[in-house]
């Protein structure tokens, strides 16, 4: 058994979460993290809203709340529709909170004593008309590297590298097209340079990574630059020094606070848990973490911060670098197993936005449609290795012709025929299976490893059409054995053995898919005659600060309880009643209507 931490990208509270945000970052993360405590692993999944920045300041004040207001109500919503989507997180909390708030600082405080974080005087941009500073992320303008017309003040997304917005060519504010004015202020800047070597080292003895992140990060290392790490901002967590905790006009970047959330996450887990030390065995690099493995989910536009950014703090933090030091309070933590990066989901046949209405919210979705079909799909046809496109076309040909066709047709008539015939499972014919039958079983069998491994490696795509692939065995099975057709009482045994089979292939294969399909496994577990929970799932709890903040929600859940990964004997006589369809057949008209939504 290993510690495995799953780490899940931090969706920014401003807005509600669109289907191509958890494409990326939520349903892989949680289809891992099931399979992973199914096998038996101690799991640790851990995230939550990002709170702080500029553009939650710029909204709040357009809104005419305040930044907290706004991210009250934008934590709610999020963690809401993650709940109703089935992701299992052991704990989904915020930035905001007084414990992250101290996470951040010991790593800040950290950072600074082992040199890592330096003092400089550098140009910000300021808006003419306001007097107020522009974030980075708020500048746009041709980037000075690969000549992209939209790169923004902090990165070029066509090219991947870091900028600066003074660099930009024909800078603009992206808030009211002004041209910014740039002045002298000082900030603190991450080392980033005295950390190559390490992250170098590093990122060569990474295995099994997707090669497009693999590739990336390293072209990274080749023209590191000092990061400034804090803003002339007045949201954010306070910068823990002298003579600069107190100030109103300067915080910490939110781009150095959000990944921190990890650590800070794990550490409120343990903390509420009653056990303040446990986060250790998944974060330790001495002896509790040692059998610790942590893997990053979210979308291509965030590997920079998890394989070289975050891994740099670590490392700084730790000890590590051209400048050596020692560790902080926390010890010396773990670096990434794996950042494991989808790319991107389009929706028919354009990029998700939400200002031109090019989107569809998780809340709405789910609305209409069940979570698992979602689920399915992303599964399925999501942008596990390449950038793929969501069309309502063919969302309605997966869910029909594949998940209602095939898969709750072969439940659907397994279960009816049984309790129709014999109104539990039936027993096995003394005189025993057939060449068929034991291939069947055979092959449901080997779907273990085989689906097991290809989850485990990040292959989801493989490895749900693997376990279609035992459901579409089983729907053969059925359809040469002709069940049905056995009408006489001396056929009555091979009847009850054929169902038999089918039936504990259904049971086998609702295992292999329970980390895909959590709410219809439970479903189905519960047709085949099981009692008791077969897939946890989430619970959304309102908690009080554990540090006198401000109460709020967080999502965990008890997930010691649940099905393992491993085939489980039906019991012979347990009664089966005429079951009701798993999945919704949807109308065809749906494709039209959906597009009409998207047109208006």
């Known amino acids: 058994m290993s510690h495995v931490l799953a780490a899940v990208a931090w969706p920014y509270a401003n807005g509600p979460r669109h289907i191509g945000h958890v494409s990326g970052f939520g349903v892989p993360s949680d289809v891992f993290a099931r399979y992973m405590r199914m096998a038996g692993h101690d799991v640790l999944m851990v995230s939550g809203t990002d709170e702080h920045g500029t553009p939650i300041q710029v909204q709040a004040d357009a809104e005419g709340v305040t930044p907290r207001e706004l991210a009250d109500r934008y934590n709610r919503v999020i963690a809401e529709d993650l709940r109703a989507l089935g992701l299992s997180y052991d704990l989904f909390t915020r930035t905001t909170t007084r414990n992250h708030y101290a996470v951040v600082q010991e790593l800040f405080a950290g950072l600074h004593r082992n040199g890592y974080i330096v003092p400089r005087v550098t140009t910000g941009a300021i808006s003419p008309s306001t007097g107020r500073t522009l974030p980075d992320r708020y500048i746009e303008g041709t980037c000075p590297i690969c000549g992209y017309d939209s790169a923004r003040g902090d990165q070029c997304d066509n090219c991947g590298n ?41 990122l060569d003895g990474r295995e099994g990574w997707r090669p497009n ?82 893997y990053y989910f979210m979308g291509k536009d965030n590997i920079v911060f998890h394989s070289v950014i975050w891994p740099a ?3 700084g933090y730790s000890g590590a670098g051209d400048h050596d030091g020692e560790p ?73 012709d594949e998940l209602v066709a095939g898969w709750g047709n072969l439940v659907n008539r397994s279960v009816s025929m049984a309790a129709k015939n014999f109104g539990a499972i039936p027993p096995v014919d003394p005189a025993g299976l ?37 459901v579409a065995e089983a729907n053969k099975y059925l359809s040469e054995q002709a069940p049905w057709k056995l009408k006489a009482e001396a056929d009555k045994p091979r009847m009850g053995t054929i169902l038999h089979v089918a039936l504990q292939v259904v049971s086998d294969a609702n295992t292999l898919l329970t980390p895909f399909l959590p709410h219809s496994a439970q479903q189905i577990h519960e047709l085949l005659g099981g009692t008791g929970v077969h897939a946890p799932m989430p619970v959304l709890e309102e908690v009080d600060d554990l540090d006198g903040g401000p109460a709020y929600p967080v999502l965990t859940g008890d997930y010691t309880v649940g099905a393992r990964w491993e085939p489980v004997p039906l019991e012979v006589g347990r009664p089966l009643a005429a079951p009701k369809p798993v999945f919704r057949k949807l109308d065809p008209s749906i494709v039209e209507e959906e597009l009409a939504r998207l047109a208006g």
């Open 434 to 470: 057939t060449e068929a039958d034991e291939a069947l079983l055979a092959t449901a069998r080997a779907g273990f490893d085989t689906v097991g491994d290809l989850i485990g490696r990040h292959r989801q795509k493989q490895a749900i059409g693997e376990a279609m692939r035992v």
């Open 162 to 202: 870091q900028l600066d917005p003074v660099d930009l060519i024909n800078p603009k504010s992206k808030i009211n097209g002004e041209t910014p004015e740039f002045v002298e202020t000082e900030h603190f800047f991450l080392d980033l340079p005295a950390l190559a070597d390490a992250l170098r080292e590093w």
């Open 313 to 315: 703090l670590l490392g």
């Open 213 to 294: 992140v693999l590739r990336f990060s390293r072209n990274l290392l080749d023209d590191l630059q000092p990061r400034a790490i804090t803003r002339d901002l007045e949201w954010g967590v306070p910068i823990p020094l002298d003579d600069w905790r107190d100030r109103p006009d300067k915080r910490i970047y939110v781009w150095f606070d959000a990944v921190i959330g990890y650590l800070s996450a794990s550490i409120e887990w343990a903390r509420r848990t009653g056990d303040p030390e446990a986060w250790r065995r998944w974060w330790s690099a001495d002896a509790e973490g040692k059998d610790a493995r942590s």
């Open 328 to 400: 902080g309070a926390l010890g010396r933590l773990n670096l990434p197993t794996e950042v494991v990066s989808s790319e991107y989901l389009t929706m028919e046949g354009r990029k998700f936005s939400s200002s031109r209405k090019v989107v569809i919210y998780v809340r709405d979705f789910l609305e209409r449609y069940d979570a698992d079909a979602l689920r399915y799909f992303i599964a399925v046809a999501g942008p596990e290795s390449n950038d793929t496109d969501f069309t309502w076309a063919e969302f309605l040909r997966r869910n029909n």
